[in-house]
């Protein structure tokens, strides 16, 4: 069974760095047909796509944000970890990690999402 | 980028209706689109992958269709579960983009 679980903070402060850890089950970080991406929802908006990572470190990021992201992965720990730089109240989301399966790059298990808050 | 348009943003509709959702790309993505629900407080499901193909474990009442900038999702007759919101993603390239969403409600 393949699982995903997003951990970090649940409140930043502005200008802050926000680390998020995505631990993984049920699948390997070094198999060659998946990676994991990490992906956005302020409250009532749309999803945003951020960055993803493959095994063999291929990453992307977002265009917008590029500046502020590092992913990065532990594969012996089975972990992806996501930076954002910066943080301001428009970050305030909810964070989705998930698994992407390269034949048709398709997002095909996602974390249960954790909901980050950038307030002072 | 990019750039891919649900339309329409919401639409009411009743159990048993048939319900299309359109989702186009601002260039060419041939079959690269995949189809997704999001239930409130949850994480989105992937429905559909290659534009056409059905995720395993998903209804059959769920189809899609198209190539190159347009894009259909069909419910083919709507079930008290599938009042949800759904979104298109391209994974033609990099940035990956989704759509902003279809609120399918309950008339």
């Known amino acids: 069974q393949v699982t995903l679980k997003e951990s970090g903070p649940v409140l930043v402060k502005p200008t802050e760095t926000l680390t998020l850890t995505c631990t993984v089950s049920?699948?390997?970080?070094?198999?060659?047909?998946?990676?994991v991406s990490w992906i956005r929802q302020p409250p009532g908006k749309a999803l945003e796509w951020l960055a993803h990572?493959?095994?063999?470190?291929?990453?992307s990021y977002s265009t917008s944000l590029k500046s502020r992201l590092t992913i990065s992965k532990d594969t012996s720990k089975s972990q992806v970890v996501l930076t954002m730089t910066n943080m301001d109240p428009v970050d305030t989301a909810t964070y989705y990690c998930?698994?992407?399966?390269?034949?048709?790059?398709?997002?095909?298990?996602w974390g249960q999402g954790t909901l980050v808050t950038v307030s002072s | 980028d990019i750039h891919m348009t649900q339309s329409p943003s919401s639409l009411s509709a009743s159990v048993g209706d048939r319900v299309t959702i359109t989702c186009r790309a601002s260039q060419s993505i041939s079959s690269y689109l995949n189809w997704y629900q999001q239930k409130p407080g949850k994480a989105p499901n992937l429905l559909i992958y290659a534009a056409s193909t059905l995720q395993s474990g998903v209804p059959s009442r769920f189809s899609g269709s198209g190539s190159g900038t347009d894009f259909t999702l069909t419910i083919s007759r709507l079930q008290p579960e599938d009042f949800a919101t759904y979104y298109c993603q391209q994974s033609y390239s990099t940035p990956w983009t989704f759509g902003q969403g279809t609120r399918v409600e309950i008339k």
């Open positions: 990572i493959f095994s063999n470190d291929e990453k």
């Open positions: 998930a698994r992407i399966d390269k034949f048709g790059s398709k997002f095909d298990s």
């Open positions: 049920g699948f390997s970080l070094r198999n060659a047909r998946m990676g």
